[in-house]
């Protein structure tokens, strides 16, 4: 039996990975924002990653209740849209704190309670290593940037007999989806700078969104990269065909392609 701690743990994919394992018979404490009563089954504590206090005070719970942990997921994180020179500061701010700075804080406070050759597992994007689409581009950056904190802790944990996995899934069905559409539609009435056919614009978020998985999927990748021997060091999960393709396009025709579609 395992122990376990899940970050966004009431979300989507966090709340089916800590279902996942307790039905595996593992132990679990999950943090999360939203406070309640804890599912049956797992520990919920509450906690506001970007507040390094409340970080420390569920390490404290977390020390005592469980000892040690076999391992850390991190499956907190929020998805923005807009953009980039019309973003109010705090909220550019605020996607880096929950995507980036909230991982980099766990693991700096849960690290001791890692078991010899306990592992991190730390969901990115899809998004992570493609390039950028117009106005995703402040999750965009965040997920890239938290992929490359990930394979640098990699290069740090290994030395200390810790692995370092990093999960890429494409869109999973969970809040974010009505979400993104949501911030689409207010990004579209709202923005001052930028003239362009929202219907084509949204069309392609639905393609992107269209091929998506049950988080369920997710969590059954998830439980088996924490009970793999050898864990491979990056998993893909429902990668999107147009986004792989839009890859391979030379810059300047990507360039172009946008600038034919969105005016």
């Not at 970050?7 to 404490?29: D, F, I, K, N």
């Not at 869109?171 to 990004?187: C, H, I, N």
């Not at 050898?230 to 392609?257: D, G, I």
């Amino acid at each position: 039996m395992g122990k376990y701690l899940i970050t966004g743990a009431a979300g989507g994919m966090g709340s089916a990975l800590c279902r996942a394992l307790t039905g595996e018979g593992h132990r679990v404490w999950g943090l999360d924002r939203a406070s309640g009563p804890s599912p049956e089954g797992w520990t919920l504590i509450p906690a506001d990653l970007t507040k390094p206090e409340e970080v420390e005070a569920a390490f404290r719970i977390v020390q005592e209740e469980a000892g040690t942990l076999d391992g850390i997921v991190h499956a907190a994180g929020i998805y923005d849209l807009g953009s980039l020179v019309e973003m109010p500061e705090a909220d550019f701010l605020r996607d880096f704190d929950v995507n980036l700075f909230a991982a980099f804080r766990v693991n700096r406070a849960f690290l001791p309670l890692l078991a010899p050759g306990g592992r991190i597992v730390i969901v990115t994007s899809e998004l992570a290593p493609l390039p950028v689409l117009p106005f995703t581009g402040i999750y965009a950056v965040t997920k890239a940037a938290l992929d490359k904190y990930a394979e640098a802790l990699r290069m740090e944990l290994q030395l200390l007999g810790h692995p370092v996995i990093v999960l890429r899934p494409g869109a999973v069905r969970t809040g974010m989806l009505p979400v993104s559409t949501e911030k689409l539609a207010k990004f579209c009435e709202e923005t001052k700078l930028y003239s362009m056919n929202a219907a084509r614009f949204r069309r392609i978020v639905e393609k992107v969104e269209a091929r998506s998985v049950p988080p369920e999927r997710v969590a059954a990748l998830l439980s088996g990269v924490l009970a793999a021997p050898r864990p491979r060091p990056v998993y893909h999960l429902n990668r999107n065909p147009l986004l792989l393709l839009f890859r391979f396009l030379p810059q300047r025709m990507r360039l172009w392609a946008i600038r034919r579609i969105l005016t």
